[in-house]
T-cell receptor, first 114, second 110 residues
Framework: NAGVTQTPKFRILKIGQSMTLQCAQD?????MYWYRQDPGMGLKLIYY???????DKGEVPNGYNVSRSTTEDFPLRLELAAPSQTSVYFC?????????????FGSGTQLSVL | DAKTTQPNSMESNEEEPVHLPCNHS???????IHWYRQLPSQGPEYVIH?????VNNRMASLAIAEDRKSSTLILHRATLRDAAVYYC???????????WGAGTKLIIKP
């Protein structure tokens, strides 16, 4: 199994540009999450989804949008990129979302906004 | 607000045990304690979790203080492949929120 796959691995954007970060999982997990990690810090939750068609905001949702049309895919959209969005983005998934359940993470997308 | 506090870095010799501490004095009764590790340029990887009792798995052991205000991740015999940043995380009883600290960078000396 591939697990959680993120594309692209690296991207440089100019201020004001838009892009979509792709995330796909092949484990039939219901729950998917987007996190960002700033240098030397832990992860912060941007958005999460409990199933196809259902999404909700996390701790830092401003400047981002998500959609979940299938169980497998959970893309993250950046509109009007700003330097503050320079970060490493991680997608994760879990089967039930239970608090004792482990998350499976992708390898990340490093984004620079210049 | 819930938070975790860990040392910035620790060093250990290869093939010796490692004890990584974490303080979480604001933990509530239903918050789970998770540990993940992150190798350079990779996503976090699950290590272990617990609620009240000590836990063991093939990767590590987790010792939780009786008052739950602190915990210790134990790597029984560290190898060079265990060099990573280790995060102590609280999984709160709301909104799928994980409270991440800044983590401990573990350096393994050959």
């Amino acid at each position: 199994n591939a697990g959680v796959t993120q594309t692209p691995k690296f991207r440089i954007l100019k201020i004001g540009q838009s892009m979509t970060l792709q995330c796909a999982q092949d484990m039939n997990h219901n729950y998917m999450y987007w996190y960002r990690q700033d240098p030397g810090m832990g992860l912060k939750l941007i958005y999460y989804s409990v199933g196809a068609g259902i999404t909700d905001k996390g701790e830092v949702p401003n400047g981002y949008n998500v959609s979940r049309s299938t169980t497998e895919d959970f893309p993250l959209r950046l509109e009007l990129a700003a330097p503050s969005q320079t970060s490493v983005y991680f997608c994760a998934s879990s089967y039930t979302g239970a608090r004792y359940e482990k998350l499976f993470f992708g390898s990340g997308t490093q984004l620079s906004v210049l | 607000d819930a938070k975790t506090t860990q040392p910035n870095s620790m060093e250990s010799n290869e093939e010796e045990p490692v004890h990584l501490p974490c303080n979480h004095s604001t933990i509530s009764g239903t918050d789970y304690i998770h540990w993940y590790r992150q190798l350079p340029s990779q996503g976090p990887e699950y290590v272990i979790h617990g609620l009240t009792s000590n836990v063991n798995n093939r990767m590590a052991s987790l010792a939780i203080a009786e008052d739950r205000k602190s915990s210790t991740l134990i790597l029984h015999r560290a190898t060079l492949r265990d060099a990573a940043v280790y995060y102590c995380i609280l999984n709160l009883d709301s909104n799928y929120q994980l409270i991440w600290g800044a983590g401990t960078k573990l350096i393994i000396k050959p």
